[in-house]
């Protein structure tokens, strides 16, 4: 009788990959069906959410993606006419985005598929499961987050940081 091995670190970081890896060749074909990338579908999304103007370095800090190439991603966005960006209403020295109507419509027709297949994806994981596996990730990203000279918040707190500024 062979005795079950407990997973090594390094199993964690492959599992961990595959399963980001999976989850990357799931969504980018279903943005590209869309026309969009996953980080304009992000920036619709803030957007839309926001439901009014929102200046560019409020939109870098809430957004899930890498901030490096923000300003690409914005201007090719401008370009295709799915937001535009107005100066602030009060500080003619600041810039803030809103969605335009084409790109509304369109954040309207990717967002209930996105819903729908967020829930088939992570509805599999069963609710009894679900608190578990945020604490588990939780300590993965306390971890990585360890190195960081600043204090940053947990992964709860983040979550519930990015919850108020989807209401806000």
């Known amino acids: 009788m062979r ?10 970081l492959v599992a961990f ?19 969009l990338t996953a980080a304009q579908f992000n920036i619709l999304n803030l957007l839309a959410l926001h439901d009014g103007p929102l200046d560019q370095l409020a939109l870098t800090e809430r957004l899930l993606v890498g ?3 923000i300003s690409i991603v914005l201007n090719r966005m401008v370009k295709a006419e799915l937001i535009a960006r107005q100066d602030h209403a009060k500080d003619r020295r ?17 967002s209930t598929r996105y819903e729908q297949t967020v829930e088939e994806i992570f509805g599999a994981m069963p609710e009894g499961r679900r608190e578990a596996f945020l604490e588990d990730l ?22 519930a940081q990015l919850a108020m500024a989807h209401q806000a």
């Not at 399963?19 to 943005?31: E, G, I």
């Not at 600041?94 to 990717?110: C, D, P």
């Not at 306390?142 to 000279?149: C, I, N, P, Q, V």
């Open 94 to 110: 600041q810039v803030v985005l809103i969605l335009t109507r084409k790109g509304r419509t369109l954040w309207r027709k990717v």
């Open 3 to 12: 005795m079950k091995s407990v997973p090594l670190p390094h199993d964690l």
């Open 17 to 35: 990959l595959l399963v980001q890896n999976a989850m990357d060749r799931r969504s980018d074909p279903f943005f590209l069906s869309f026309g």
């Open 138 to 159: 939780g300590v993965l990203f306390a971890a990585l987050k360890r190195e960081e000279s600043v204090a940053s918040p947990s992964l709860q707190e983040t979550l």
């Open 67 to 69: 901030k490096s190439s």
